[in-house]
Protein backbone atom coordinates (compact mmCIF):
# COMPACT_ATOMS: atom_id res chain seq x y z
CA UNK A 1 0.00 0.00 0.00
CA UNK A 2 2.73 2.50 0.79
CA UNK A 3 5.02 1.66 -1.77
CA UNK A 4 1.67 2.18 -4.35
CA UNK A 5 1.08 5.56 -2.41
CA UNK A 6 5.02 6.50 -3.12
CA UNK A 7 5.14 4.96 -6.83
CA UNK A 8 1.98 7.49 -7.17
CA UNK A 9 3.81 10.46 -5.49
CA UNK A 10 6.53 10.13 -7.53
CA UNK A 11 4.24 9.63 -11.04
CA UNK A 12 2.78 12.71 -9.74
CA UNK A 13 5.98 14.97 -9.32
CA UNK A 14 7.52 13.56 -12.85
CA UNK A 15 4.40 14.67 -14.38
CA UNK A 16 4.47 18.14 -12.46
CA UNK A 17 8.34 18.48 -13.55
CA UNK A 18 7.19 17.21 -17.11
CA UNK A 19 4.87 20.16 -17.52
CA UNK A 20 6.87 22.60 -16.14
CA UNK A 21 9.66 21.41 -18.96
CA UNK A 22 7.12 21.10 -21.51
CA UNK A 23 5.76 24.57 -22.43
CA UNK A 24 9.71 25.50 -22.79
CA UNK A 25 10.48 22.10 -24.93
CA UNK A 26 7.22 22.81 -27.26
CA UNK A 27 8.46 26.43 -28.06
CA UNK A 28 12.11 25.05 -29.29
CA UNK A 29 12.23 23.81 -32.94
CA UNK A 30 14.88 21.48 -31.56
CA UNK A 31 16.09 19.32 -28.58
CA UNK A 32 18.97 19.04 -27.11
CA UNK A 33 19.65 15.77 -28.18
CA UNK A 34 19.22 16.96 -31.50
CA UNK A 35 21.98 19.70 -31.06
CA UNK A 36 23.98 17.73 -29.40
CA UNK A 37 24.00 14.90 -32.36
CA UNK A 38 24.40 17.78 -34.17
CA UNK A 39 27.70 18.95 -32.57
CA UNK A 40 28.87 15.29 -32.88
CA UNK A 41 28.46 15.91 -36.66
CA UNK A 42 30.66 19.07 -36.14
CA UNK A 43 33.34 17.47 -33.72
CA UNK A 44 34.03 14.19 -36.05
CA UNK A 45 34.13 16.49 -39.27
CA UNK A 46 36.60 18.37 -37.27
CA UNK A 47 38.02 15.63 -35.92
CA UNK A 48 38.67 14.16 -39.49
CA UNK A 49 40.38 17.50 -40.66
CA UNK A 50 43.21 17.91 -37.59
CA UNK A 51 44.18 14.13 -38.68
CA UNK A 52 44.13 13.88 -42.54
CA UNK A 53 47.96 15.17 -42.71
CA UNK A 54 46.63 17.51 -45.07
CA UNK A 55 48.39 20.63 -45.98
CA UNK A 56 46.95 23.83 -43.24
CA UNK A 57 45.41 25.66 -46.55
CA UNK A 58 43.35 22.30 -47.25
CA UNK A 59 42.98 22.36 -43.95
CA UNK A 60 41.53 25.95 -43.79
CA UNK A 61 39.47 25.72 -46.73
CA UNK A 62 37.62 22.26 -44.80
CA UNK A 63 37.24 24.44 -41.85
CA UNK A 64 35.30 27.07 -43.63
CA UNK A 65 33.16 24.36 -45.32
CA UNK A 66 32.01 23.24 -41.62
CA UNK A 67 31.48 26.45 -40.08
CA UNK A 68 29.45 27.39 -43.03
CA UNK A 69 27.27 24.66 -43.11
CA UNK A 70 26.82 24.33 -39.08
CA UNK A 71 27.10 27.90 -37.67
CA UNK A 72 25.40 31.01 -38.47
CA UNK A 73 27.87 32.85 -40.16
CA UNK A 74 25.69 36.01 -40.78
CA UNK A 75 24.52 36.24 -37.04
CA UNK A 76 28.21 35.74 -35.20
CA UNK A 77 29.90 38.14 -38.59
CA UNK A 78 27.38 41.15 -37.73
CA UNK A 79 27.63 40.38 -33.91
CA UNK A 80 31.34 41.22 -34.18
CA UNK A 81 30.75 44.33 -35.92
CA UNK A 82 28.66 45.39 -33.43
CA UNK A 83 27.04 48.81 -33.35
CA UNK A 84 29.57 49.95 -36.13
CA UNK A 85 27.42 47.82 -38.33
CA UNK A 86 24.05 49.56 -37.68
CA UNK A 87 24.97 52.00 -40.25
CA UNK A 88 26.25 49.86 -42.59
CA UNK A 89 24.31 49.21 -46.17
CA UNK A 90 22.99 45.86 -46.48
CA UNK A 91 25.68 45.88 -50.04
CA UNK A 92 28.10 46.41 -46.98
CA UNK A 93 26.82 43.93 -44.46
CA UNK A 94 26.89 40.95 -46.76
CA UNK A 95 30.40 41.60 -48.12
CA UNK A 96 31.09 41.62 -44.94
CA UNK A 97 29.65 38.73 -43.50
CA UNK A 98 31.68 36.50 -46.56
CA UNK A 99 34.80 38.64 -45.86
CA UNK A 100 34.87 37.91 -42.25
CA UNK A 101 33.99 34.26 -42.79
CA UNK A 102 37.20 33.79 -44.78
CA UNK A 103 39.12 35.49 -42.18
CA UNK A 104 37.15 33.43 -39.25
CA UNK A 105 38.00 30.45 -41.33
CA UNK A 106 42.06 31.60 -41.42
CA UNK A 107 42.20 32.57 -37.79
CA UNK A 108 40.94 29.93 -36.01
CA UNK A 109 41.94 27.13 -38.78
CA UNK A 110 45.40 27.79 -38.99
CA UNK A 111 45.29 27.40 -35.50
CA UNK A 112 44.33 23.29 -36.35
CA UNK A 113 47.82 22.43 -37.13
CA UNK A 114 48.77 22.50 -33.34
CA UNK A 115 45.57 20.17 -32.54
CA UNK A 116 47.28 17.58 -34.51
CA UNK A 117 47.09 14.19 -33.53
CA UNK A 118 44.30 15.41 -30.89
CA UNK A 119 40.59 14.38 -30.62
CA UNK A 120 37.89 16.11 -29.72
CA UNK A 121 34.21 14.38 -27.98
CA UNK A 122 31.06 15.47 -27.00
CA UNK A 123 30.48 15.54 -23.03
CA UNK A 124 27.20 16.75 -22.06
CA UNK A 125 24.81 19.47 -22.92
CA UNK A 126 22.55 21.66 -21.40
CA UNK A 127 19.78 24.38 -21.94
CA UNK A 128 20.00 27.90 -21.27
CA UNK A 129 17.11 30.19 -22.23
CA UNK A 130 16.75 29.54 -25.98
CA UNK A 131 19.95 27.85 -26.75
CA UNK A 132 21.78 24.72 -25.87
CA UNK A 133 25.18 24.62 -24.55
CA UNK A 134 27.00 21.42 -26.03
CA UNK A 135 30.23 20.89 -24.23
CA UNK A 136 33.19 19.18 -25.74
CA UNK A 137 36.66 18.09 -24.57
CA UNK A 138 39.41 18.37 -26.37
CA UNK A 139 42.53 16.19 -25.52
CA UNK A 140 46.52 17.43 -26.81
CA UNK A 141 49.25 15.02 -26.72
CA UNK A 142 50.95 15.84 -23.84
CA UNK A 143 48.69 18.83 -22.47
CA UNK A 144 46.07 18.68 -20.20
CA UNK A 145 42.38 17.96 -21.64
CA UNK A 146 40.65 21.23 -22.52
CA UNK A 147 36.86 22.64 -23.15
CA UNK A 148 35.17 23.83 -25.90
CA UNK A 149 31.79 24.90 -25.16
CA UNK A 150 29.23 25.12 -28.53
CA UNK A 151 26.27 27.52 -28.27
CA UNK A 152 23.68 26.80 -30.49
CA UNK A 153 20.59 28.22 -31.23
CA UNK A 154 17.25 25.86 -29.83
CA UNK A 155 14.59 27.76 -32.98
CA UNK A 156 17.23 26.71 -35.60
CA UNK A 157 19.72 24.31 -34.68
CA UNK A 158 22.73 26.34 -35.81
CA UNK A 159 25.80 27.23 -33.63
CA UNK A 160 26.17 30.99 -33.01
CA UNK A 161 29.36 31.32 -30.88
CA UNK A 162 31.80 28.85 -29.50
CA UNK A 163 33.97 29.29 -25.43
CA UNK A 164 37.10 27.78 -26.09
CA UNK A 165 37.83 27.56 -22.29
CA UNK A 166 35.90 30.20 -21.68
CA UNK A 167 36.58 32.49 -24.22
CA UNK A 168 33.63 33.50 -26.29
CA UNK A 169 34.52 33.61 -30.14
CA UNK A 170 32.26 36.50 -30.79
CA UNK A 171 33.19 38.13 -27.40
CA UNK A 172 36.88 38.51 -28.50
CA UNK A 173 35.98 39.67 -32.28
CA UNK A 174 33.80 41.71 -31.31
CA UNK A 175 37.11 43.46 -29.28
CA UNK A 176 39.07 42.40 -32.38
CA UNK A 177 37.19 43.63 -35.16
CA UNK A 178 36.63 46.96 -33.13
CA UNK A 179 39.94 47.62 -32.63
CA UNK A 180 40.33 47.19 -36.35
CA UNK A 181 38.03 49.25 -37.38
CA UNK A 182 39.13 51.92 -35.40
CA UNK A 183 42.90 51.67 -36.82
CA UNK A 184 40.91 52.56 -40.40
CA UNK A 185 38.80 55.44 -38.91
CA UNK A 186 35.65 53.58 -39.03
CA UNK A 187 35.73 52.75 -42.44
CA UNK A 188 34.19 49.50 -42.79
CA UNK A 189 34.86 49.06 -46.95
CA UNK A 190 39.02 49.18 -46.28
CA UNK A 191 37.87 46.58 -43.22
CA UNK A 192 36.20 44.32 -46.07
CA UNK A 193 38.81 44.83 -47.89
CA UNK A 194 41.33 44.10 -45.83
CA UNK A 195 39.61 41.30 -44.34
CA UNK A 196 39.36 39.58 -47.61
CA UNK A 197 42.95 39.65 -47.97
CA UNK A 198 43.33 36.69 -44.81
CA UNK B 1 64.46 29.65 6.16
CA UNK B 2 62.61 26.57 5.43
CA UNK B 3 60.57 27.10 8.92
CA UNK B 4 60.11 30.56 8.63
CA UNK B 5 58.34 29.68 5.25
CA UNK B 6 56.26 27.25 6.45
CA UNK B 7 55.12 29.53 9.46
CA UNK B 8 54.09 31.66 7.10
CA UNK B 9 51.99 29.38 5.04
CA UNK B 10 50.29 28.04 8.67
CA UNK B 11 49.86 31.75 9.05
CA UNK B 12 48.14 32.10 5.84
CA UNK B 13 45.88 29.11 6.30
CA UNK B 14 44.60 30.37 9.28
CA UNK B 15 43.72 33.48 7.56
CA UNK B 16 41.93 32.23 5.01
CA UNK B 17 38.62 31.47 7.06
CA UNK B 18 37.53 29.78 4.12
CA UNK B 19 34.82 32.58 2.67
CA UNK B 20 33.92 32.69 -0.49
CA UNK B 21 35.60 34.90 -3.31
CA UNK B 22 33.48 37.43 -5.06
CA UNK B 23 32.68 37.20 -8.45
CA UNK B 24 34.54 39.21 -10.47
CA UNK B 25 33.41 42.04 -12.85
CA UNK B 26 33.96 43.38 -16.00
CA UNK B 27 38.06 44.27 -17.51
CA UNK B 28 38.26 47.63 -15.70
CA UNK B 29 42.09 48.43 -15.85
CA UNK B 30 43.00 50.84 -13.83
CA UNK B 31 46.69 50.62 -14.20
CA UNK B 32 46.60 50.42 -17.94
CA UNK B 33 48.61 53.09 -18.87
CA UNK B 34 51.62 50.76 -16.64
CA UNK B 35 50.25 48.06 -18.09
CA UNK B 36 50.77 48.81 -21.85
CA UNK B 37 54.49 49.71 -21.37
CA UNK B 38 55.01 46.45 -19.95
CA UNK B 39 53.17 45.09 -22.19
CA UNK B 40 55.29 46.89 -25.18
CA UNK B 41 58.07 45.65 -23.29
CA UNK B 42 57.46 41.94 -23.23
CA UNK B 43 56.16 42.60 -26.91
CA UNK B 44 60.35 43.70 -27.49
CA UNK B 45 61.28 40.76 -25.54
CA UNK B 46 59.28 37.97 -27.49
CA UNK B 47 60.62 39.48 -31.46
CA UNK B 48 64.18 40.31 -29.74
CA UNK B 49 64.58 36.77 -28.19
CA UNK B 50 61.82 34.36 -27.68
CA UNK B 51 60.89 34.14 -30.55
CA UNK B 52 64.13 33.35 -32.69
CA UNK B 53 65.16 31.09 -29.48
CA UNK B 54 61.98 29.05 -29.65
CA UNK B 55 62.67 28.57 -33.41
CA UNK B 56 65.91 27.61 -32.73
CA UNK B 57 64.97 24.92 -29.81
CA UNK B 58 61.98 23.80 -31.89
CA UNK B 59 64.99 22.19 -34.41
CA UNK B 60 65.10 19.33 -31.17
CA UNK B 61 63.03 16.49 -32.40
CA UNK B 62 60.17 16.46 -30.55
CA UNK B 63 60.33 13.10 -28.69
CA UNK B 64 62.91 15.35 -26.75
CA UNK B 65 61.02 18.40 -26.08
CA UNK B 66 57.96 16.79 -24.82
CA UNK B 67 60.37 14.58 -22.64
CA UNK B 68 62.02 18.63 -20.82
CA UNK B 69 58.13 19.61 -20.50
CA UNK B 70 57.56 16.26 -18.64
CA UNK B 71 60.64 16.37 -16.35
CA UNK B 72 59.82 20.33 -15.79
CA UNK B 73 55.28 19.71 -15.19
CA UNK B 74 57.09 16.46 -12.88
CA UNK B 75 59.01 18.38 -10.64
CA UNK B 76 56.93 20.82 -10.58
CA UNK B 77 53.64 18.78 -8.84
CA UNK B 78 55.13 18.61 -5.23
CA UNK B 79 54.17 22.65 -5.31
CA UNK B 80 51.06 21.61 -6.80
CA UNK B 81 50.29 19.17 -4.12
CA UNK B 82 51.01 21.77 -1.70
CA UNK B 83 48.79 23.92 -3.23
CA UNK B 84 45.94 21.33 -3.58
CA UNK B 85 46.32 20.55 0.32
CA UNK B 86 45.76 24.30 1.09
CA UNK B 87 42.84 24.51 -0.90
CA UNK B 88 41.30 21.02 1.54
CA UNK B 89 41.45 19.20 -2.05
CA UNK B 90 42.80 15.97 -0.46
CA UNK B 91 42.18 13.52 -2.96
CA UNK B 92 43.52 15.50 -5.76
CA UNK B 93 46.57 15.84 -3.72
CA UNK B 94 46.51 11.94 -3.34
CA UNK B 95 46.26 11.63 -6.84
CA UNK B 96 49.31 14.20 -7.95
CA UNK B 97 51.34 12.52 -5.18
CA UNK B 98 50.80 8.98 -6.66
CA UNK B 99 51.58 10.44 -10.14
CA UNK B 100 54.95 12.20 -8.88
CA UNK B 101 55.77 8.70 -7.26
CA UNK B 102 55.21 6.52 -10.38
CA UNK B 103 56.62 9.67 -13.04
CA UNK B 104 59.47 9.81 -10.38
CA UNK B 105 60.45 6.41 -10.80
CA UNK B 106 58.66 4.19 -13.64
CA UNK B 107 58.84 7.69 -15.19
CA UNK B 108 62.72 7.89 -15.09
CA UNK B 109 62.84 11.03 -12.74
CA UNK B 110 60.21 12.25 -15.10
CA UNK B 111 61.18 12.17 -18.12
CA UNK B 112 58.20 10.36 -18.91
CA UNK B 113 54.20 10.73 -18.21
CA UNK B 114 53.86 6.84 -17.56
CA UNK B 115 50.93 8.03 -14.98
CA UNK B 116 48.60 9.66 -17.52
CA UNK B 117 48.50 6.31 -19.62
CA UNK B 118 47.44 4.69 -16.48
CA UNK B 119 44.72 7.29 -16.39
CA UNK B 120 46.50 9.27 -13.27
CA UNK B 121 46.07 12.49 -15.45
CA UNK B 122 47.76 16.17 -14.99
CA UNK B 123 45.37 17.63 -12.33
CA UNK B 124 46.92 21.45 -11.78
CA UNK B 125 46.75 23.96 -9.45
CA UNK B 126 48.88 26.75 -8.31
CA UNK B 127 48.82 29.45 -5.11
CA UNK B 128 47.04 32.58 -6.95
CA UNK B 129 44.32 29.88 -7.15
CA UNK B 130 44.85 29.24 -3.44
CA UNK B 131 44.38 32.14 -2.65
CA UNK B 132 40.87 32.31 -4.58
CA UNK B 133 39.89 28.95 -2.94
CA UNK B 134 40.32 30.79 0.28
CA UNK B 135 38.26 34.25 -0.68
CA UNK B 136 40.84 36.27 -1.73
CA UNK B 137 39.36 38.71 -4.59
CA UNK B 138 40.71 38.76 -8.13
CA UNK B 139 42.41 42.50 -7.43
CA UNK B 140 43.38 44.97 -10.45
CA UNK B 141 44.76 43.24 -14.28
CA UNK B 142 48.21 43.86 -13.92
CA UNK B 143 50.40 43.19 -17.21
CA UNK B 144 54.07 41.32 -15.47
CA UNK B 145 57.14 41.45 -17.11
CA UNK B 146 57.80 38.27 -18.96
CA UNK B 147 55.18 36.46 -17.39
CA UNK B 148 52.57 38.51 -19.29
CA UNK B 149 48.67 38.64 -18.49
CA UNK B 150 48.03 38.26 -14.76
CA UNK B 151 45.86 39.92 -11.70
CA UNK B 152 47.14 41.03 -7.99
CA UNK B 153 45.92 38.21 -7.17
CA UNK B 154 47.95 35.57 -9.49
CA UNK B 155 50.76 37.91 -9.59
CA UNK B 156 51.17 37.60 -5.76
CA UNK B 157 50.74 33.21 -6.64
CA UNK B 158 53.27 33.23 -8.89
CA UNK B 159 55.78 34.47 -6.34
CA UNK B 160 54.36 32.22 -3.70
CA UNK B 161 54.70 29.20 -6.13
CA UNK B 162 58.78 29.95 -6.66
CA UNK B 163 58.75 29.02 -2.87
CA UNK B 164 56.48 26.69 -2.18
CA UNK B 165 57.84 23.62 -3.83
CA UNK B 166 59.26 21.57 -1.47
CA UNK B 167 61.09 20.05 -3.93
CA UNK B 168 63.16 23.27 -4.14
CA UNK B 169 64.04 22.20 -0.48
CA UNK B 170 64.93 18.56 -1.19
CA UNK B 171 67.27 19.00 -3.62
CA UNK B 172 70.85 18.88 -3.81
CA UNK B 173 72.49 22.45 -4.20
CA UNK B 174 74.12 21.38 -7.92
CA UNK B 175 70.75 20.10 -9.09
CA UNK B 176 68.31 22.42 -7.70
CA UNK B 177 67.77 25.09 -10.18
CA UNK B 178 67.43 22.42 -13.05
CA UNK B 179 63.57 22.54 -12.60
CA UNK B 180 63.62 25.81 -13.09
CA UNK B 181 65.87 25.80 -16.17
CA UNK B 182 64.07 22.89 -17.20
CA UNK B 183 60.12 25.16 -16.90
CA UNK B 184 62.12 28.43 -19.02
CA UNK B 185 63.22 25.78 -21.71
CA UNK B 186 59.70 24.44 -21.85
CA UNK B 187 58.19 27.66 -22.08
CA UNK B 188 60.39 28.31 -25.50
CA UNK B 189 58.84 24.84 -26.20
CA UNK B 190 55.16 26.12 -25.98
CA UNK B 191 56.02 29.42 -28.08
CA UNK B 192 56.72 27.10 -30.97
CA UNK B 193 54.40 24.89 -30.83
CA UNK B 194 51.64 27.10 -30.32
CA UNK B 195 53.33 29.82 -32.75
CA UNK B 196 50.31 30.41 -34.91
CA UNK B 197 48.02 30.92 -31.90
CA UNK B 198 50.38 33.00 -30.09
CA UNK B 199 51.35 35.62 -32.84
CA UNK B 200 48.12 35.91 -33.96
CA UNK B 201 46.66 37.41 -31.15
CA UNK B 202 50.03 39.11 -30.00
CA UNK B 203 50.55 40.42 -33.35
CA UNK B 204 47.05 40.99 -34.26
CA UNK B 205 46.48 43.54 -36.85
CA UNK B 206 43.68 44.72 -34.20
CA UNK B 207 44.45 45.49 -30.38
CA UNK B 208 46.54 42.53 -28.71
CA UNK B 209 46.35 44.26 -25.43
CA UNK B 210 42.89 44.47 -24.89
CA UNK B 211 42.65 40.92 -26.63
CA UNK B 212 44.94 38.98 -24.19
CA UNK B 213 43.38 41.11 -21.22
CA UNK B 214 39.85 38.95 -22.09
CA UNK B 215 41.11 36.21 -23.16
CA UNK B 216 43.55 36.37 -19.98
CA UNK B 217 40.40 37.45 -17.62
CA UNK B 218 37.79 35.01 -19.45
CA UNK B 219 39.74 31.86 -19.40
CA UNK B 220 41.38 32.03 -15.53
CA UNK B 221 37.89 32.74 -14.49
CA UNK B 222 36.63 29.58 -16.59
CA UNK B 223 39.43 27.71 -15.17
CA UNK B 224 38.52 28.53 -11.23
CA UNK B 225 34.92 28.35 -11.70
CA UNK B 226 33.67 31.67 -11.44
CA UNK B 227 30.03 32.54 -12.97
CA UNK B 228 30.55 36.15 -13.97
CA UNK B 229 27.26 37.17 -15.18
CA UNK B 230 27.48 38.25 -19.29
CA UNK B 231 25.04 40.32 -20.09
CA UNK B 232 26.49 41.66 -23.12
CA UNK B 233 26.75 37.84 -24.48
CA UNK B 234 23.64 37.01 -23.14
CA UNK B 235 21.65 40.06 -25.13
CA UNK B 236 23.35 38.80 -28.14
CA UNK B 237 22.52 35.42 -27.98
CA UNK B 238 18.54 36.28 -26.66
CA UNK B 239 18.50 38.79 -29.69
CA UNK B 240 19.02 35.79 -32.05
CA UNK B 241 15.90 35.13 -34.06
CA UNK B 242 17.42 32.87 -36.43
Not at chain 1, 126 to 151: C, H, M, N, Y
Not at chain 2, 8 to 29: E, K, M, N, R, W
Request: proline letters at 3%.
Amino acid sequence: MGKIAMMNRRMVVGGLAAALVMPGAAMAAISAGQAEILIGKVVSDINSIINSGQSEAKMISRFEGVFKQYADTKFIALAALGVDGRSASSGQKSAFIKAFTGYIANRYGSRFREFEGGKIEVVSTQQVKSRFEVLTKTKLAGQSPFDVIFIVSAKNGKFIDMHVEGISIVKSERKEIGAMLDKRKGDLDVLIRDLAKF
Amino acid sequence: MKHINLLAIAALVVLGACSQAPSPTGYADPHEEQNRRTHRANITLDKALISPASDVYGQVPKPARVAVTNFSDNAGLPGVVVNKFLQGKVDDAVHNSVRFLFNSTLGLLGLFDVASDIGLEERNSDFGETLHVWGAPEGDYVVLPFFGASTERDGIGILVDFVLNPLGYALPTEVRHLPKAAWVVSKFGDRYDFADSVDSILYSDGDGYSTLQLYYLDSRRYELGQVVEDDELDDLYEAYDG
